[in-house]
């Protein structure tokens, strides 16, 4: 296994339009997680996967924002409508649920970089 | 809100030179993260500290955890060209929401050669 890997790298979209993301993560892992990344900011929290059950969602994902998880491995994320303000880098991670600090380690993947035109 | 503030938020040295970066929060943390992220990729896990006052090193990086475990610092050592980077350090909130991280917006350092 070599990590979590994301799809696609790069989007360009026109303001609008609908895209999908998905992530794949390590496979042992039950916890997924989704982050949004802009400019000059550390990633901020979108949404959280134990299995198949979405656990959290974060008030920046709007309606339009929508993750599932169906068999508790890969996951998708998709922005419907997307607006220029969408442009960003998501971020997906996983880890392992685990009762000690170790179960807090998420390894993220390469990211899928937006750009809403 | 559990916010985590970092700093410097620029650096810039010449190789062979030593530096320290903070993370500091009025929040305390499960555990705490550091991460280093290069331009257009993911960030990469370099260590986690959990207990107050711990101190982990890996290679020339040494990493503290302060004792109420609300603030940590990265030291490097000798800063090599291949150090450049975007560090971030992440805290894990206590409680139920464990699971969520807290990033900082990162120190971004570059090491001349």
């Known amino acids: 296994d070599t990590g979590v890997s994301q799809d696609p790298r790069h989007k360009i979209t026109k303001r609008g339009q609908n895209v999908t993301f998905r992530c794949d993560p390590i496979?042992?892992?039950?916890?997924l997680y989704w982050y949004r990344q802009t400019l000059g900011q550390g990633p901020e929290f979108l949404t959280y996967?134990?299995?198949?059950?979405?656990?959290?969602k974060s008030r920046l994902l709007s309606d339009r924002f929508s993750a599932e998880r169906p068999k508790g491995s890969f996951s998708t994320l998709e922005i419907q409508r997307t607006e220029q303000g969408d442009s960003a880098m998501y971020l997906c991670a996983s880890s392992l649920r685990s009762s000690g600090p170790s179960g807090n380690e998420q390894f993220f993947g390469p990211g899928t970089r937006l750009t809403v035109l | 809100t559990q916010l985590l503030e970092q700093s410097p938020q620029f650096l810039s040295i010449q190789e062979g030179e030593n530096l320290t970066v903070y993370c500091n929060s009025s929040?305390?943390?499960?555990?705490l993260q550091w991460y280093r992220q290069e331009p257009g990729e993911g960030p990469v896990l370099l260590v986690t500290?959990?207990?107050?006052?711990e101190v982990k090193k890996l290679k020339r990086l040494t990493f503290q955890f302060g004792d109420a475990r609300k603030d940590s610092s990265l030291h490097i050592t000798a800063a090599q060209p291949g150090d450049t980077g975007l560090y971030l350090c992440a805290g894990a909130h206590s409680g139920g929401s464990n699971y969520k991280l807290t990033f900082g917006k990162g120190t971004l350092l570059t090491v001349n050669p």
């Open positions: 496979s042992e892992h039950n916890r």
């Open positions: 929040s305390v943390f499960s555990s």
């Open positions: 500290v959990v207990t107050g006052g």
């Open positions: 996967f134990q299995n198949e059950a979405q656990l959290e």
